[in-house]
T-cell receptor, first 118, second 114 residues
Framework: AQTVTQSQPEMSVQEAETVTLSCTYD???????LFWYKQPPSRQMILVIR??????QNATENRFSVNFQKAAKSFSLKISDSQLGDTAMYFC???????????????FGTGTRLQVTL | NAGVTQTPKFQVLKTGQSMTLQCAQD?????MYWYRQDPGMGLRLIYY???????DKGEVPNGYNVSRLNKREFSLRLESAAPSQTSVYFC?????????????FGPGTRLLVL
């Protein structure tokens, strides 16, 4: 079974600064996907970024980027130029790549609560 | 295009009562999922439906049943609610199960069982 660990329950960053959220995972699979989801106070789960394990290049989406270290099983999220709207709970998630028609079960970490301050 | 919608947004039940949580998606996705989120934990998969007409158990299926009514709708039923089922429930959908397709989530239903 896969496990996802987020060791930082809470973090704080000042507006316009950069912050990195940590995530490690444990799996014996070789083909998988990793995701970061954002959950603001509205509770909506919003996809931030995803990474395919077979790709060596780190994914980027505007101010969001990841540092994917497959051998170390590490998948951190960097938020640059932090904005007040980035305040949310951030979840790291793992998806095993299975056969079409089988479960795309997402395994989530326990989350990191990020507070962006003025 | 509303994406994934869920009703109700909030519900209070007494122990032993039954209820059905509704979920619908308008993205023409084939696969749908039900998760629960408890304090201090990530989301956990309850049931999923890889395609219309099929359903399968996830990680925490006990106490729940599901129905894939059609391609758009996937409901979650609690036959006899228990306080341990107090949680926030999320429905999600993806184009295909078992592939790299991203799951998109609804806004959640907060359920309180007294």
């Amino acid at each position: 079974a896969q496990t996802v660990t987020q060791s930082q329950p809470e973090m704080s960053v000042q507006e316009a600064e950069t912050v990195t959220l940590s995530c490690t995972y444990d799996t014996s699979e070789n083909n998988y996907y990793l995701f970061w989801y954002k959950q603001p106070p509205s509770r909506q789960m919003i996809l931030v970024i995803r990474q395919e394990a077979y790709k060596q290049q780190n994914a980027t989406e505007n101010r969001f980027s990841v540092n994917f270290q497959k051998a170390a099983k590490s998948f951190s999220l960097k938020i640059s130029d932090s904005q007040l709207g980035d305040t949310a709970m951030y979840f790291c998630a793992f998806m095993k790549l299975g056969n079409t028609g089988t479960a795309s079960k997402l395994t989530f970490g326990t989350g990191t609560r990020l507070q962006v301050t003025l | 295009n509303a994406g994934v919608t869920q009703t109700p947004k909030f519900q209070v039940l007494k122990t032993g009562q039954s209820m059905t949580l509704q979920c619908a998606q308008d993205m023409n996705h084939n696969s749908m999922y039900w998760y629960r989120q408890d304090p201090g934990m990530g989301l956990r998969l309850i049931y999923y439906s890889a395609s219309e007409g099929t359903t399968d158990k996830g990680e925490v299926p006990n106490g729940y049943n599901v129905s894939r009514l059609n391609k758009r709708e996937f409901s979650l039923r609690l036959e006899s609610a228990a306080p341990s089922q107090t949680s926030v429930y999320f429905c999600a959908s993806s184009l295909l199960a078992g592939t790299q397709e991203t799951q998109y989530f609804g806004p959640g239903t907060r359920l309180l069982v007294l």
